[in-house]
């Protein structure tokens, strides 16, 4: 499966923990993006069939009503941790319906990627240096999601230059760059750096169709880049959180103390880290691009109006440097 064929803009919607549901999925597929959200969200694990059965059954009725702009695949992501116990569960079922794409997070493993291909589906594999990204295609995935400095939920400390300019000195397969990407600008700039596509997530949180509090939403449009604090205290995991909620919970985000990697359990479908997500809330350094809460489908036209734009103010600043032969001549 090529995953650009059916897109309208380069653009895959990040699995939001807790906050990805059918309808954001479907509604980001219908705009013509890929739609994605984490197994786990489904709760009891008996949902997530019926939750795959409604996006397909939705996607379908609308393909065959809009032909000339058919829905983009969806993907479920996969949480390869070793505390996940519904993972093999969870797995069986991707492939009972044949998801079209899988992410995987925290951990690769071989029989994952393997099960997927069977039916013709593809593995991408979030990373966040190139050691990551180098165990994740030697055990088979399909593609890399690169999550650089500044990524909303579990991110990275790279750059997002030095993280691609590593990735693609030996790997040519699809890649999604994350990392504070909120606006059609940097997913051109995503392109240009090595990527096919962008990766966005904290921008989908302030959408009508997402699983999160209206206090969350409105805390996402009141802050900026510095509202948001990286630390491994809530997870064990590093990851970028909004200042305010963490206040909020009687804790100072200036003066934080160590987290232990023993904190991170997705068991029992991964009820002992909702406090995480539902209380402190995850978000990227992007958001300062978010000042409205709109539905998903006028979100991506506004992302696709940016982007055309950049690409046309692009295109006439290159031009101020194309060289000639005659520039080329010795003086």
């Not at 400095?149 to 691609?164: K, Q």
């Not at 948001?228 to 909004?242: A, D, E, K, Q, R």
């Not at 200036?254 to 995850?282: C, Q, V, Y």
């Amino acid at each position: 499966m090529i995953i650009s064929e059916r897109l309208r803009l380069p653009v895959i919607g990040a699995p939001l923990f807790v906050i990805s549901n059918p309808d954001l999925v479907i509604a980001q597929c219908k705009a013509g993006i890929v739609g994605s959200f984490p197994a786990l969200n489904a709760r009891p694990a008996a949902l997530l069939d019926e939750w795959l059965h409604r996006i397909q059954e939705e996607l379908s009725a609308w393909d065959r009503e809009h032909s000339d702009t058919p829905s983009a695949p969806f993907a479920v992501n996969q949480i390869v941790h070793r505390s996940n116990q519904r993972l093999e569960e969870d797995l069986t079922l991707c492939v009972k319906r044949r998801v079209p794409i899988v992410i995987t997070s925290l951990g690769a493993r071989e029989d994952l990627n393997h099960a997927v291909h069977s039916y013709g589906g593809i593995t991408l594999h979030d990373v966040i240096n190139d050691r990551f990204a180098r165990k994740a295609i030697e055990k088979g995935a399909d593609g890399l999601i690169p999550v650089a400095a500044g990524g909303g939920g579990h991110a990275g400390t790279l750059s997002p230059f030095a993280l691609m300019q590593e990735i693609r000195a030996w790997f040519s397969g699809p890649v999604a760059l994350a990392g504070s990407i909120a606006g059609g600008a940097s997913i051109l700039a995503a392109l240009a750096m090595g990527a096919d596509f962008a990766y966005i997530g904290s921008a989908f949180i302030a959408t009508q169709e997402a699983n999160a509090e209206a206090a969350y939403k409105q805390m996402i449009l009141e802050s900026a880049a510095g509202d948001i604090v990286y630390t491994n205290l809530f997870t064990g995991v590093h990851g970028n959180y909004l200042k305010p909620s963490v206040a909020r919970a009687g804790l100072d985000p200036d003066h934080l103390p160590e987290g232990d990697l023993a904190t991170m359990n997705f068991g029992a479908g991964g009820e002992s880290t909702m406090k995480a997500w539902r209380d402190i809330w995850g978000c990227g350094q992007g958001i300062g691009a978010i000042h409205e809460v709109q539905t998903t489908a006028d979100l991506v036209r506004r992302l696709t109006q940016e982007y055309e734009t950049a690409k046309a103010s692009l295109t006439a600043k290159t031009r101020l440097y194309e060289l000639t032969p005659e520039s080329l001549l010795p003086k």
